[in-house]
Nanobody
Framework: QGRPVESGGGSVQAGDSLRLSCAPS????????LGWFRQVPGKEREFVAA???????YYADSVKGRFTVSRDNAKNLGYLQMNSLKVEDTAVYSC????????????????WGQGTQVTVSS
């Protein structure tokens, strides 16, 4: 089992949409709680959204109503659909998987992806 691998980042204009994907690398996505975090240089990593093994989802207030987290069990992928992007959404987005319902793995462990850059310009 390797680190999850994210894809789908890029540079867009404010108001545009992007969809990030997360391949959980040797794990079945349905067996884990999958989360998305983002980080801007010099700032703390920030929680964005997560989907529990049950399928329930929850979001940071800053993205609620704009972002949607999901998974496709058949394709074994997790997704973060980002709509109505804002300049302040610019960050490196990382996915993380965990078998815990209450905690996230320690940073830089093999449960975290390396991240994909999302840049939103005005």
């Amino acid at each position: 089992q390797g680190r999850p691998v994210e894809s789908g980042g890029g540079s867009v204009q404010a108001g545009d949409s992007l969809r990030l994907s997360c391949a959980p690398s040797g794990r079945r996505v349905r067996d884990y709680r999958l989360g998305w975090f983002r980080q801007v240089p010099g700032k703390e990593r920030e929680f964005v959204a997560a989907i529990r093994r049950s399928g329930n989802t929850y979001y940071a207030d800053s993205v609620k109503g704009r972002f949607t987290v999901s998974r496709d069990n058949a394709k074994n992928l997790g997704y973060l659909q980002m709509n109505s992007l804002k300049v302040e959404d610019t960050a490196v987005y990382s996915c993380v998987v965990t078998s815990s319902d209450s905690t996230w793995p320690i940073p830089n462990s093999d449960y975290w992806g390396q991240g994909t850059q999302v840049t939103v310009s005005s």
